[in-house]
């Protein structure tokens, strides 16, 4: 799974820049690697995205608190804007208030009409054996949903809304352009381009038509999911503007490490201890895998590392279902305490070992004495 770079560092700030330092860096940022000034550069469009993940935090008191004290893990569980999977125009219409019409005047006219709501990005974790067998994850997060009170529309409850004056009712308002040789239309900032008002705001959400919800879904995570991977609840981002459809919710999962097994891909690795004389003399040993356990038979003379691969015990495929094999490593282990009755044999045994017979120890003993003379 990709690390994320720190907050801090992608603005460019100091951890104890006050919010107007932060908005500043943002903005700058955000117009220098803005698509429109950057077309093509997929780098430019990669660093917007970042700046507006970390703006979204650092802007926001109590999820800036939890990244101080928790870092990128203070905010899992938490949900989020999909930044990565977002375009750019409703990144940019997002933060629409620190840039006015830089850029997205005439882009936000043109989506004067009914607009998809934003993605989110959520997190849970799991453990391997979940991501073996498949599991079923109840997800609970806070997302601004339409608000209950106005039923959206950010009025106070029983008013009606009247002509904006700020466009007489157009939806659209003229700006004067450079040296006022031209002029721009541009949606009306008082209405959003509605053309129409509400005179007393919605004392519940503020006036914004949206209010935090949490919201508790159950999610069918498959078998053989790797680490990093999302998975995509379609409908269940936030609603959209003006009857637009909802946006997605992408949850990321994490796994968990376990005490005994390594994942490479759908291949895994268990590292076994046996003693050396089980190794010597060869022995049937039980070997844990997620299904319960399965007996190999160990060859006498096995030496330390050697790797035994039991077919089909691995991590099922994600598209096909197709398990890797388990791959288990013998590592052999050498006894910190002994009774004076094994000390006696292994004694007796040292006592019959001929050096002509392990060519490895004879070779090293020949390069220690070539070293030495």
Same mark, same amino acid.
């Given at each position: 799974m990709a690390t994320t770079r720190d907050y801090y560092e992608i603005l460019g700030v100091e951890r104890t820049a006050d919010g107007s330092t932060i908005k500043s860096s943002y903005r700058r940022l955000a117009m220098k690697y803005h698509p429109d000034r950057n077309p093509g550069d997929t780098e430019a469009e990669t660093k917007f995205k970042e700046a507006a993940e970390a703006y979204e935090v650092l802007s926001d008191d109590n999820k800036r608190q939890r990244y101080d004290q928790f870092g990128h893990a203070g905010l899992r569980g938490q949900a989020s804007h999909d930044f990565h999977h977002m375009d750019v125009g409703d990144i940019f219409s997002m933060f629409g208030d620190i840039f006015g019409d830089a850029f997205g005047g005439t882009r936000r006219g043109r989506r004067s009409g009914a607009q998809r709501g934003y993605d989110l990005e959520t997190r849970t974790e799991i453990t391997l054996e979940e991501a073996y067998r498949g599991v079923k994850r109840d997800i609970e997060f806070t997302r601004q949903d339409i608000c209950e009170a106005c039923d959206g529309t950010g009025g106070k409850p029983g008013t009606e809304p009247v002509t904006c004056v700020t466009c007489g009712g157009q939806g659209q308002v003229q700006q004067a352009g450079l040296g006022g040789m031209f002029r721009m239309v541009t949606t009306c900032p008082a209405c959003g381009g509605a053309g129409k008002i509400y005179p007393e705001k919605c004392p519940t959400c503020g006036?914004? *038509?949206?209010?935090?919800?949490?919201?508790?879904?159950?999610?069918?995570?498959?078998?053989?999911? @790797?680490?990093?991977?999302?998975? !995509?609840? !379609?409908?269940? *981002?936030?609603?959209?503007?003006? *009857?637009? /459809?909802?946006?997605?919710? @992408?949850?990321?999962?994490?796994?968990?490490?376990? +005490?005994?097994? +390594? !994942?490479? $891909?759908?291949?895994?690795?268990?590292? #076994?201890?046996?003693?050396?004389?089980?190794?010597? %003399?060869?022995?049937? =040993?039980? =070997? /844990?895998?997620?299904?319960?356990?399965? $007996?190999?038979?160990?060859?006498? *003379?096995?030496?330390?590392?050697?790797?035994?691969?039991?077919?089909?015990?691995?991590? /099922?495929?994600?598209?096909?279902?197709?398990?890797?094999? %388990?791959?288990?490593?013998? #590592?052999? $282990?050498?006894?910190?305490?002994?009774?004076?009755?094994?000390? +006696?044999?292994?004694?007796?045994?040292a006592e019959t070992e001929d050096k002509d017979v392990m060519p490895h120890s004879q070779g090293f003993w020949e390069k220690m004495k070539s070293y030495l003379s």
């Open positions: 006036g914004s *038509g949206r209010s935090p919800k949490k919201v508790k879904l159950s999610v069918s995570i498959p078998a053989g999911i @790797h680490d990093g991977q999302a998975i !995509r609840v !379609r409908g269940e *981002g936030e609603p959209g503007a003006k *009857g637009g /459809p909802r946006g997605d919710l @992408h949850v990321v999962v994490t796994l968990a490490e376990h +005490e005994l097994f +390594e !994942r490479q $891909e759908d291949q895994l690795i268990l590292r #076994m201890p046996v003693s050396f004389t089980q190794a010597a %003399l060869g022995a049937a =040993v039980a =070997v /844990p895998t997620l299904d319960g356990e399965q $007996e190999i038979n160990i060859k006498r *003379g096995t030496q330390h590392g050697e790797v035994f691969k039991i077919p089909g015990q691995g991590m /099922p495929n994600l598209r096909s279902g197709r398990r890797g094999d %388990l791959h288990v490593v013998l #590592m052999i $282990e050498v006894p910190k305490k002994l009774t004076d009755r094994q000390e +006696e044999l292994l004694r007796e045994f």
